[in-house]
């Protein structure tokens, strides 16, 4: 075995320095941190990924022709793929890229950066896309036991045989992508799928046993400024879940490590989540993962993880603005890693820029017939997919600029509430004003639109100048605190577009078109608005 990994190893380097001589290779991509904000750099200039990823088990070369139409029609700038262990090491040691190797030259075709997701020992908590060989081998590969011993479908993440062979395969996976990729098609990858475990809070074999009731890891502690004691000591109620935290995340920690060291592209994991309103006890959710609670034990368990992205399967604005809230963190970047593919979903791109998100990924966005309502959409065609694909379509040409005002801090944006209810954004002297369901002249008649769909953006170019647009949205501005006799004037409106990074003026609005607002339809529309007083 060791003899035929060398020689697929040799094989690999040969293969990327014949691709390099003939291939410009361009920037890794990068995880920038400042001041608490974060941006993805992506051929030395920053990226908002607009992205569409697609049904599990549509990483095949036979589903691929239902995929690139589905790309098309959301208008999406990066595509979201998984890679299974079970597809790239059938058997043990024997490894095979080949659907890895058509995925990414296809990509690169169809003018698409791609994030894959490995879908390793944990894939919604559990090993259903490992091998046959460590599926099928409880006594090797062991799984997760409950109080009463009755194993569980997840794998235990204190076993070494898993995490050797897990981690094998991952760099095996990292190194090929190194090899055939030097323009960084690729830009990012997410170690394991909503890693955790449901119907149990923790793992209850004799070593997990032992393991609690020890000591707390002196780096655990450190990080939670923490003194000693063992886990039900210092975490009481929360001991058995941040255990189990601790140790999936550690596990993770160490495979993603060893990927980075050949290929040092920025990492992350996706969580399944609790109710962020009204969480439960641990069994109700999936225990161990990086749910909101636990994000602090992630955190200081696995710092080459990049960023957490939740997974929002939550159509009401309330739980929806609530997640953003809490995985968007001074120490963690906000990455939208899916959420659902039905219309209500879409006008959370704007809430997600609202909290500087790095990007957005909506799931299940292929032409397979697969759906997965009522997590998302009856039926995926181009017209579910239309509310998406305006606003990518809205966006895409100025994404790059958007990624870089977002790290500054100068990007606004908000979705529609569930009841339509009017927002308000500070900017300095001035505050936009957000409404939703009015038409484009008058001030009182509603359109009672069936599904709220609504959200505006708003980055501040300069002082009283504004990039202003969004999606069945009316903006107005006002002072934020006049003086007396003081009052704010539209000193000029111009709609334009944005080609090749650079803004292309169209023409000025006047009129009709400002006396009630600047008023954004399905009509994509962008607008500098330079704001003065009278």
Not at 182 to 192: D, G, L, R, W, Y
Not at 222 to 231: M, Y
Not at 386 to 399: D, G, H, I, K
Request: charged share 20%.
């Amino acid at each position: 075995m060791r003899h035929a990994w060398g020689i697929l190893a040799r094989r690999a380097l040969a293969l990327g320095v014949l691709l390099a001589t003939g291939v410009h290779a361009q920037p890794a991509p990068r995880l920038i941190r400042a001041h608490g904000r974060y941006e993805l750099e992506v051929g030395g200039k920053p990226y908002l990924v607009l992205a569409a990823q697609v049904n599990n088990s549509s990483n095949y070369g036979a589903m691929l022709p239902q995929v690139w139409p589905a790309m098309r029609a959301i208008d999406a700038n990066t595509i979201v793929m998984p890679i299974a262990w079970e597809q790239i090491e059938p058997r043990e040691g024997h490894f095979d890229f080949s659907f890895l190797d058509q995925f990414v030259r296809a990509a690169r075709r169809h003018h698409l950066h791609a994030i894959l997701l490995w879908f390793g020992t944990w894939k919604n908590g559990g090993p259903g896309y490992t091998p046959d060989w460590v599926k099928l081998d409880n006594r090797q590969f062991p799984r997760v036991v409950n109080r009463q011993g009755r194993p569980m479908p997840s794998l235990s993440p204190l076993a070494h045989a898993t995490l050797a062979a897990d981690r094998r395969a991952f760099v095996a996976l990292m190194r090929h992508v190194k090899a055939i990729d030097p323009q960084h098609t690729v830009i990012m990858v997410q170690v394991e799928n909503e890693a955790g475990t449901y119907g149990c809070v923790r793992d209850y074999s004799a070593r997990a046993d032992r393991l609690f009731d020890g000591p707390v890891p002196v780096r655990l502690r450190r990080a939670l400024h923490l003194g000693p004691g063992t886990w039900r000591e210092l975490f009481g109620a929360k001991a058995g879940e941040f255990f189990h935290a601790w140790n999936i995340a550690r596990f993770v920690e160490k495979v993603a490590a060893a990927g980075q060291a050949i290929d040092p592209l920025p990492m992350y994991v996706n969580a399944a989540l609790r109710d962020p309103l009204h969480p439960g006890p641990p069994v109700t959710y999936e225990s161990g993962g990086p749910t909101d609670d636990a994000l602090g034990v992630w955190k200081a368990a696995a710092p080459d993880i990049g960023l957490i992205g939740p997974d929002i399967y939550m159509p009401d604005s309330a739980r929806y603005r609530r997640v953003l809230q809490l995985y968007h963190r001074p120490d963690n970047a906000l990455f939208v890693a899916e959420t659902g593919n039905a219309a209500p979903y879409a006008r959370y791109l704007f809430g997600a820029l609202g909290h500087q998100a790095i990007g957005f990924d909506p799931f299940g966005i292929d032409f397979t017939g697969y759906t997965n309502y009522p997590l998302g959409a009856h039926v995926v065609d181009a017209a579910t997919l239309a509310p998406f694909a305006l606003e990518y379509r809205l966006l895409r040409p100025m994404q790059s600029l958007l990624a870089r005002l977002s790290f500054a801090g100068r990007l606004h944006a908000v979705a529609e509430p569930d009841d339509g209810r009017a927002q308000t954004l500070a900017l300095g002297r001035w505050q936009a004003n957000v409404t939703y369901d009015m038409p484009m002249f008058g001030t009182t008649a509603r359109t009672h639109r069936a599904v709220p769909d609504g959200g505006a953006l708003i980055a501040q170019l300069g002082p009283n100048e504004f990039l202003v647009t969004g999606v069945h949205v009316r903006v107005g501005f006002s002072l934020a605190h006049p003086r007396p006799g003081e009052y704010a004037q539209y000193a000029r409106v111009v709609q334009g577009r944005y080609a090749d990074g650079r803004w292309r003026f169209m023409r000025i609005w006047n009129g009709d078109q400002t006396d009630w607002g600047l008023n954004f339809t399905s009509i994509p529309q962008v607008l500098h608005v330079h704001l003065g007083t009278y």
